[in-house]
């Protein structure tokens, strides 16, 4: 297959983190995909499908290299809200192992699967927590269109 990349509006970095691109089979994706939002009456998924076809992706995905540790300790404070933790955890030394975890965006890498991209603009944060707490402020932009 061809390489497709989804690229973001932004060029090097969003909010002073680089942005590299990654290839999409190599993210995990966090949080199941959804069709509509909880409490939302809009198509959310084909609203994000059609935005993306027609304008692009305006921020980058926000993705962090994650330990085995750090996967088991979100996991533990989620649970189910969280999508089954990636393959690797049954290998010999899990402690050695690295993985690219989706940490706002996973709605947009879903899409960016749909439609065929192969990779993605990737913001690279330092930690899952600090992931979390700027998934509001990359939502903001968007709260009338998508989430009300």
Not at 84 to 111: E, I, T
Not at 132 to 139: V, Y
């Amino acid at each position: 297959m061809a390489k497709k990349t989804l690229k973001c509006k932004f060029k090097d970095h969003w909010k002073h983190f680089p942005i590299i691109e990654l290839e999409i089979e190599k993210i995990w994706q966090s949080v199941p995909s959804v069709e509509t939002l909880p409490g939302v009456s809009k198509p959310f998924k084909q609203n994000l499908i059609n935005d993306i076809r027609r304008d692009g992706m305006h921020f980058p995905i926000m993705v962090v290299k994650s330990s085995h540790k750090d996967l088991l300790e979100v996991k533990a404070k989620y649970g189910e809200k969280l999508n089954a933790l990636p393959f690797w955890h049954n290998d010999h030394n899990p402690q050695s192992k690295y993985q690219w975890g989706v940490w706002g965006g996973s709605q947009r890498l879903d899409v960016a699967k749909h439609l065929g991209y192969t990779h993605i603009d990737s913001a690279v944060i330092p930690s899952i927590p600090k992931a979390i707490s700027l998934q509001k402020l990359m939502r903001k932009p968007f709260q009338t269109k998508y989430y009300q």
